[in-house]
């Protein structure tokens, strides 16, 4: 078994009748739809699916198709920066899959969507053909609105060359899972979390595929770090954990709790107690695994 | 789902052929042999198998069957305590199942068995009728040699008032999981290692639901604490390793290493990960456990 999780994100976040019919095009046998996340503000869907490389696929083919028909981006506001109806489809290898079937997924997904719905298609992250195509970031500066009339500059890795006049084009790829994690601080002095912050995060030159910032949280009257890990086998979560103490220590202030918001690899959590007892336990040895895996 | 998991323990460790019958009456469909473990010197095979209650019981059942017709008590020598053919036959609830679904399956399989065929059956831990029955070592104490003679001072929960001449009597239960633990110090002094043991196990007022041993591993040049944890509910992980370290930093040295052996409940490990992070987490916010549970 080789199961993939695929996170799209779709540039419709308030008409619910095309959110319900992007999430009836998912419906395909083998696939399960694990969460649907619209934000109005964003304009902006997220389906989270699981299943094998083949029907997966087929469900976001299916899903990707519904986005042209329904959205047009000549009449799309919303806070998030975007380039395309179907803006981007991440595969993320889950359980023991490798990166690798990802990546083919990914490849195959975008030769279908480039040739049989003409879109302009980019390849990101561990999909990327391109080195500049790597980050996201780049493939989307500026929006639908700026690539329309630049294309040329940033030219697509597959399908036509200009870009699809209401649905623009789409960024398929493959990542890590990515983790969501929040360290709450015993003070609510937004200064010193903001410090602890920058400390941590890697665009401020602290670990590597982190990102954070700090928030204050009324309710608890304490400032939160809130972080995504972006790569938790580059830096994993008790190497945040223990930087952030050490950071908040220096500061005169001591975590009082953590959260994950959302799901969390196995993996991950494995790093955890490992570091706390000295351990080596691998996925192989955790009895809930083998009495689901049939393994 | 309900998922259980079965260790039955049978008094033959020696003849392939038995050990082969057994194992074959074991093969049910929806019940899966995770392991066969034979001991020639305890003269005892163990086996560890899953599934739903009703299959589960079904081929415990038909193993029950085959050790009473291929195991004579009578002509069996080994260095394990144990009064049956088929000595004691613990249910263990997996997963999210709960501990009265264990129950529910020991009761129903010690009828089966008390009537059919006629094995007196004794009823012990969380499945245990009479308090004196709950420890394991109270109705085992003295073998099949003493319960023959002593049967009418230890009377079984159901079936026959007699040993069984050949296959003598069945213990059937439900307990928690059984997690073996080691842990592994900077010293190869196993007076240390004696010292901390004793400070750790239940039978000297150390932790509840904890056994102990030091020995000395002459491969490593180390101390091992070898553990078994009955009810990581009672003591958890993280307060097993806690206070082995203080004990071990009072006599001057310090846990290198530890290790698992055999399986490990993720519910186990996740208080690991919340005494470690401060945390909260729950088997519902693991991605895996989502994946293939179908949930």
Known sequence: MSLLE????FSEGRRSEVIGRLTAAADVPGVRLLDVHSDPDHNRTVLTLAGEAEPLSDALF???AVAVAEIDLRHHNGVHPRIGAADVVPFVPVLDTPMGDAVAAAHALANRVASELRLPVYLYDAAARRPEYIR?????????????????????????????????????????????????????????????????????GGLPAVK???LLIPRRGQVQISMNLTNFHETSIPTVFEVVREEAAARG???????????????????????ALAGDLTLQSVLDLRLLDGG
Chains 1, 2 share one sequence.
Not at 6 to 9: H, K, L, R, W
């Open 136 to 204: 996201l970031e780049n493939i989307r500066r500026g929006g639908f609105e700026t690539l329309r009339d630049a294309i040329a500059t940033r030219p697509p890795d597959l399908g036509p060359a200009q870009v699809h006049p209401s649905a623009g084009a789409v960024v398929i790829g493959a990542r890590q899972p990515l983790i969501a994690y929040n360290i709450y601080l015993d003070t609510d002095d937004l200064a010193v979390g903001r410090a602890i912050a920058r400390r941590v995060r890697a665009s401020s």
């Open 6 to 9: 695929a996170v799209p994100n």
């Open 253 to 275: 202030t001591r975590i009082v709790a953590s959260e994950f918001v959302g799901l969390v690899p196995l993996d991950a959590l494995l790093n955890v107690v490992n570091a």
């Open 212 to 214: 954070a910032l700090a």
């Open 62 to 64: 299916h899903t990707i």
